[in-house]
């Protein structure tokens, strides 16, 4: 089975933009509206004025053009996670100026901001930025913007760092906790669990009432429950005929939690698909396939 290349890491050339903000509008409108009194009043005071308030606005043009110019993202990772679930996306940047950038915003649009306060001169940072997509799939991330309005909100500069990376956002798990009694192999439930069988504990409230032994409880007086030698790599299939769901968007969902159960479990494991089928297996790489499968 192919899958389309991921997580490559390109920036295109980037350009830093910068616009006046509310506060900026305003402070130009009424440095013009000085600009007319002391023209129609002569007044040295006014023009003194309004040529400080004009000095401010082109001050703040510049430094906030500047506290972002040389910062750059030099590394990029999303780690493929569930639907219904947050992930995340790091990032590390570098400040390669030789004075420090202050209030940024990094974010773009389905992704939450993140705010950074503080880049000090010549360092590296790292930072997450939470992710939620409610539909499986393979997604991408078109962008990143980094803003600031630094340092007095008169004006925005913005520059966005393309990026050419995918990741994949696998059906959520839910459904049922427990295997179909189906999914053993060439033997039924009971044999498995004979074969594995450990020993006897006592019962624990996240325990399932289906592994209370009641011959050894009505012995002991106690609730006692069977535990099973995980080591011992127990063989099933999970099968989409299996899932009890009826809607196609449901029984995804039930493999998906059953492919991540069977993987803590240390079970090897098999999915059986209306269209794929991938053998017997465990491990990481084996879960991943099986998962990406579901899409």
């Given amino acids: 089975m192919k899958f389309p290349p991921l997580r490559r890491f390109r920036e295109k050339h980037q350009k830093t933009y910068i616009l006046p903000t509310l506060y900026g509008v305003a402070l130009g409108g009424l440095c013009l509206l000085l600009l007319g009194i002391a023209f129609a009043s002569t007044n040295n005071a006014v023009y003194f004025l309004c040529f400080l308030l004009s000095s401010l606005a082109i001050q703040s043009l510049v430094e906030t053009n500047k506290n972002i110019e040389l910062l750059e993202i030099t590394h990029f990772e999303i780690k493929d996670f569930f639907a219904d679930e947050t992930g995340a996306i790091l990032l590390c940047l570098k400040n390669l100026g030789s004075k420090s950038i202050y209030d940024l915003q990094i974010g773009a649009s389905a992704l939450l901001s993140q705010s950074v306060p503080l880049m000090p001169a010549l360092l590296k ?144 494991y098999s999915l059986t698909l209306p269209k794929v089928t991938i053998g017997y297996g465990h491990g990481p790489q084996h879960r991943l396939t099986c998962l990406r499968a579901l899409l």
């Avoid at 535990?227 to 299939?237: P, R, Y």
């Fill in 125 to 268: 940072k790292e930072i997450q930025i939470p992710l939620k997509i409610k539909s499986p799939g393979i997604h991408s991330v078109p962008f990143l913007q980094i803003s600031s309005e630094f340092p007095f909100h008169f004006a925005r500069s913005w520059k966005k760092n393309y990026i050419d990376i995918s990741f994949y956002v696998f059906p959520p798990r839910r459904g049922l906790s427990e295997f179909s009694r189906q999914a053993f192999v060439g033997r039924d439930l009971k044999a498995n669990e004979l074969d594995n069988f450990k020993s006897h504990r006592e019962y624990q409230t996240t325990d399932s009432p289906q592994r209370i032994d009641w011959k050894v409880t009505a012995r002991t007086e106690k609730l006692m429950v069977k535990e099973f030698d995980q080591n011992s790599a127990t063989k099933i299939d999970l099968r989409w005929e299996d899932c009890p769901q009826t809607e196609d968007s449901e029984k995804y969902a039930q493999l998906s939690l059953w492919i991540d159960l069977a993987e803590k479990s240390n079970y090897e």
